[in-house]
């Protein structure tokens, strides 16, 4: 059939413009999109923003950025010689070895000669008649495909801040999300970092221990656990390879494919001092356990939330020597866990040195304007020789309006996503036919390359269902999407974080027209979506419409 989809045998040339597939995005979910196209037979091409693989791991390059999950549960699982081959150096992976790794993935497979660099795609346009999607990018140049395959990552629109002068400062001023390739030498310098969200909480420390002066501007605190990071020896690596089914089977067992299962007891069932101990022995542990095997009601009731939040209360003011400062980094507005937790190594000690001080720009301090010699605030200029902007990212839907995407009838994504995203388990957008999105809105999230592997998974079953009975488009339909949308609305009524701004309700006071909070994610468990996403595979996809 000459329209079936693997009309080529084998990857284009360099300089052709016609594929079955073009990915947006060399990061984790990029790199495993163009590995399941390929064993398709499918021409494709990535185009991705810089010079090399790697997505987060190759744009944020700041001090301290590391894995907040356990390494030997982040990696891909779709190789098992790629996982006997490779060695964790620590429990939680700093950023130059997971770059170092998506490195080593992309040379064992041979994927980047299907890639293309410093190629930023800025419009996609869908094709009625033809049945063809048209990506233009940054350059002019411009490709066509069947299929448009979105790997963007759901945290890769950084946002500035909006504070008057932004442009004005005459000294070094990075974002996290754009750190330079070349370390930045801190020693002897003054330095204003602008935010806490989990960025800074993790760059922070590692600033402190280097500048002459940090000064934190600090709008609203964040509750943080220790990470409590360790190297893996030799043998301990060497009995993880050796229980990787087991690890994976595991992960899939649990709400977020992350190695913790939340405790079946409701907090306030719990003797007080039991509950003290079991949340001690939390924190004492690595990981995300104080937050996501902690008891299974923290999440929803509000006494049992203000029960742990007390309790990390309580932690920080231990850590923290100077009371007034320990209060000001106790969170006031949000309970414990109804944003995600950031880990930490450190950071609250780092407001105990003599040359770290905190200032509250909601309260106390608020900032006026970036002066060029630093940041004048309502009681005075601060200067500085090195300025960071941790101002964050316009979370999920950010890099999807970032593109000029079009569907059906020339419609806008941006205008069509507008008052919230409209898909069905995430994977397809309504209106946007052959259009298939990884991590895209409403679909589950947790452990990120778990959840990839899913994604990408399912819907190269879709294509492979599609080579099969010819067909060469795909689409969702109406009713299912209405389904979705409402199973969607309901898992996250009941949440507390649901009624918390954060980059996960799609709020972002740096961006215009992020006041209003969306369900941006499946907060349902995660068992539920893999079993749905699995009926719909075994019953033929019938959810969707082919032709």
Known sequence: MNDSLAVIERPQAANSTEFDAIVIGAGISGIFMLYRLRELGMAARVFETGTDVGGTWYWNRYPGARFDSESWTYGYSFSRELMQEWDWNEHFSPQP?????????????????????????????????????????????????????????????????????????????????????????????????????????????????????????????????????????????????????????????????????????????????????????LYAEPGFGIWLGNFRDIGVNEEANAAISDFIARKIRQRVKDPKVAEKLIPKDHGFGSRRVPLESGYFETFNRDNVLLVDTLNDEPIERIMPRGVKTSKQEHEFDILIYATGFDGVTGAFDRIDIRGTNGVRLKDAWADSPRTYLGMLAEGFPNMLMVLGPHTARGNIPQAIEHSVNFQTGILRFMQQHGYTRVETRPEHVAEWTETVIKAAEKLLSSKVDSWQTGVNRNVEGRSVRRVLGYNGHGVHFRRTTDQVATGGYQEFAFR
């Open 97 to 281: 070895d997971t770059l170092a790794y998506l490195n080593h993935v992309a040379d064992k497979f041979d994927l980047r000669r299907d890639m293309q660099f410093s190629s930023t795609v800025t419009a996609a346009h869908w094709d009625d008649a033809a049945n063809r999607w048209t990506v233009t990018l940054e350059s002019g140049e411009q490709a066509q495909s069947r299929f448009l395959c979105t790997a963007v990552g759901i945290l890769s629109a950084h946002t500035m801040p909006k504070i008057p002068g932004v442009e004005s400062f005459r000294g070094p001023a990075y974002h996290p999300a754009r750190w330079p390739h070349i370390p930045v030498d801190f020693t002897g310098k003054r330095v204003g970092i602008i935010g806490t969200g989990a960025t800074a909480i993790q760059a922070i420390p590692e600033i402190a221990k280097q500048a002459k002066q940090l000064t934190v501007f600090q709008r609203r605190p964040n509750w943080a656990a220790p990470l409590h990071n360790s190297k893996i020896g030799k043998a301990e690596m060497e009995a993880i390879k050796s229980r990787y089914d087991e690890i994976y089977a595991h992960c899939a067992s649990t709400p977020m494919w992350f190695i913790h299962q939340a405790d079946p007891r409701k907090t306030l069932d719990v003797p007080p001092e039991e509950r003290e101990a079991f949340w001690e022995k």
